[in-house]
Structures are given as structure tokens and as C-alpha cells.
């Protein structure tokens, strides 16, 4: 009985282990700045290759905010099209219709 007690707990704690290994060594699994530096420091990387890294990653959010900021500024225009169709008893496509023939 207390083989089958250390059996159980050995394979309790190798479960343990494999789950830490997988969300503490992949940066695709870490969620905190502490989970991703220490992802970061174990690849050893030199100074420059840091800085290139940074660059990289300073490029990307730079994208990815200015695509959220193009997102919202098209929700909003959508959203001032529907109050305008709502306040003149139109339907949305009504208004874009009347607003392509003004265009034009």
C-alpha cells in the first residue's frame, strides 16, 4: 500500500513538472513579464541581437496600435451612420446609398 501512496504522488509531481515545463519554457505559453523575461534570458541572446529583437517587437506594437485606432475610428463612423439612418427613419443602406449619390 504505501508503494502504490509514492506511486501516485511520484506521478502527481512529474504531471507538476511537465505543466511548469510547458508554461514556463515558451514564450507562446508565457502570460507575465516575469514568464516571458525569464523565456528571454534563457536563450542567451547577445546585446545586439536584443536591440534587433526590441526593434522588431517596438514595430509590431506600433502596428497593432494603429490598426486598433483604424478599428475604432471605422466603428465610430459606422456608428454615426446608423444614428443618422435612426434619427431620419432610414434604413443603413438607405443612408449609404443617398451619401454614394452625393459623392458622386
Not at 511520484?10 to 515545463?21: H, V, W, Y
Request: hydrophobic fraction near 35%.
Amino acid at each position: 500500500m504505501p508503494n502504490e501512496i509514492n506511486l501516485q504522488q511520484m506521478i502527481s509531481a512529474l504531471d507538476e513538472m511537465d505543466f511548469e515545463n510547458r508554461t514556463n519554457n515558451s514564450l507562446e505559453h508565457a502570460r507575465t513579464q516575469a514568464q516571458m523575461t525569464g523565456y528571454l534570458s534563457s536563450l542567451d541572446y547577445s546585446l545586439k541581437r536584443l536591440q534587433l529583437l526590441q526593434s522588431a517587437v517596438n514595430d509590431l506594437v506600433e502596428k497593432k496600435q494603429s490598426d486598433r485606432v483604424k478599428q475604432e475610428k471605422l466603428q465610430t463612423y459606422k456608428t454615426k451612420i446608423f444614428n443618422l439612418a435612426k434619427q431620419y427613419g432610414l434604413s443603413y443602406s438607405e443612408v449609404l446609398s443617398i451619401m454614394a449619390t452625393l459623392r458622386s
